[in-house]
């Protein structure tokens, strides 16, 4: 017999539950659920001046389950305020899971659109995805449209998978709304379709916006097609994506895409692809269009490896990255915290014309910020250690010459492992920046770590210490010389002028 889900259900285990869950590991100021698994986020949105994040959410355990839609809402994007579950899988077409999708605001209503997931145990081309709409009028309580779904396997064009069809993501154009959904063909080659709608209620497909190219792997998830600046950019997560020179197979993979529409024939043209994030733990990510440009956060987790939080049932697991605005100066593509996040800073400090020899501790305790300029001819090569009193490290490796950072988290009892092959996952390393000049910002919370390459360049990673680290240390085998070194704690409870 099919486990009934609903919305009362969820939000009452939630009240009951919550106190239960322990944060050893737990973020500070990331944004995480109350209790249970959280993945992709879902209808980032502004609606009525606030930010809206939905989540692919599961309460009832700290790993995968039926999908529900948590929610949370902020004035900054950086402090949210936790709201009832918007959306369970109580309906007949959404049984499986209400999985990703978006909102978008229209006439002072808040409308959500999402994938229906209808698995079928006994034979798995027999499961079905569909789309649905539901609406709010005042962003917090939701009602699921009469008529869903309101796209089927009946909608999906010839050659395309009626098994795997997901991920509605909605944008506006002329008048017209349009969605892009994640699909593959029938041989498993990634691309994405295009819907279009006079009222959000009515949909008709349109072509198949982004055909398939290597870089689409098998299934396109999460698609989101955004203006920034002028150019056009898809941001996209891509599955068993394998690196033609290194060999390499992504299971899962988010890039950064920026081509060109042709807007008569409906079809997206690829120009330059990168990783939108060079981290280990960086997925599904979407944007909002705030008035200040595009603004985008993702899941900062990934498939396919053990979650430790879960596996020591500490009752959740998973978390969000904090929220970047992106914007096009003209040569490239820049990303950066939003700035919102300096309301939240205390114990801010600077010092300038810092010369390190050999080492240079930091901090003695735990900090949770830390920026650092330096002038190009002043670099050498460099390490930064958070470390604990039982001698675990985080650590994060400059190459000058390369322009190049690596990441390490093997020096960590709590070890993240590959879940099918249980080998170590410690290690990644970026691109090289462009510049002569080198500024770094470091995000750190109680399980991550997000850096921020002038501005440009970014690695997500999270890590789970058996202990606090309780100093940072700067370490170098040549002397090396800091324009500007600042330091500063977060904390989400500070007042604000508003």
Known sequence: MTEKFTIEKANDFIESNTEKVN?????????????????????FAMYKDEYHLFYQYYPYNSQWGPMHWGHAKSKDAI???????????????????????????????????????????????????????????????FEKYKNNPVLTENDIPEGSSIVDYRDPKIFKKDNLYYCVIGSKTNDNKGQVLLYKSKDLLDWEYVS?????NKFLGTMVECPDFVQIGEKEYFILSAMNYEDEKTGKLYNHISWLIEGEVDWNSYVFNM??????????????????????????????????????????????????????KLEYDGQRLKQKIIQNIESYKYNQIDKYAISCNNQLILSQKSIQYLNM?????????????????????????????????????????????????????????????SGENLNIELFIDTSSIELFINDEVAITNTFYLDEVFTEIVLESLEEIKIEKLSTANIDLNLEKDN
Not at 99 to 124: C, N, R
Not at 403 to 415: D, P
Request: charged share 25%; with cysteine; hydrophobic share 35%.
């Open 208 to 212: 198949v916006f982004f055909p398939y």
């Open 23 to 43: 944060k050893k590991y737990y973020p500070a100021y990331h944004f995480a659920a109350p209790i249970g698994w959280i993945n992709d986020p879902n209808g």
């Open 373 to 433: 300029k330096f002038e190009g001819n002043q670099l050498k090569d460099f390490k930064i250690k958070l470390s604990n009193k039982t001698n675990e490290e985080i650590v994060l490796s400059y190459n000058h010459l390369e322009k190049i950072f690596y990441f390490s988290r093997e020096l960590t009892k709590v070890q993240i492992v590959d879940e099918k092959s249980k080998e170590t996952v410690g290690a990644s390393k970026t691109i090289p920046y």
């Open 271 to 324: 120009n330059t692809i990168q990783k939108i994030d060079e981290g280990l733990d960086f997925y599904a990510p979407q944007t909002v269009v705030t008035k200040e440009g595009p603004v985008a956060i993702s899941w900062m987790q990934a498939w396919g490896k053990s979650f430790p939080s879960n596996e020591q049932a500490h009752g959740w697991a998973g978390q969000m990255t904090l929220p970047r």
């Open 79 to 141: 402090k949210w305020e936790h709201l009832d579950v918007a959306l369970a899988p109580d309906e007949k077409y959404d049984q499986g899971g209400c999985f990703s999708g978006s909102a978008i605001e229209k006439d002072g209503k808040l409308y959500v659109m999402y994938t229906g997931h209808l698995p079928d145990e006994t034979d798995e081309k027999l499961t079905r995805q569909n789309q649905n709409i539901a609406i709010s009028n005042d962003g917090i309580t």
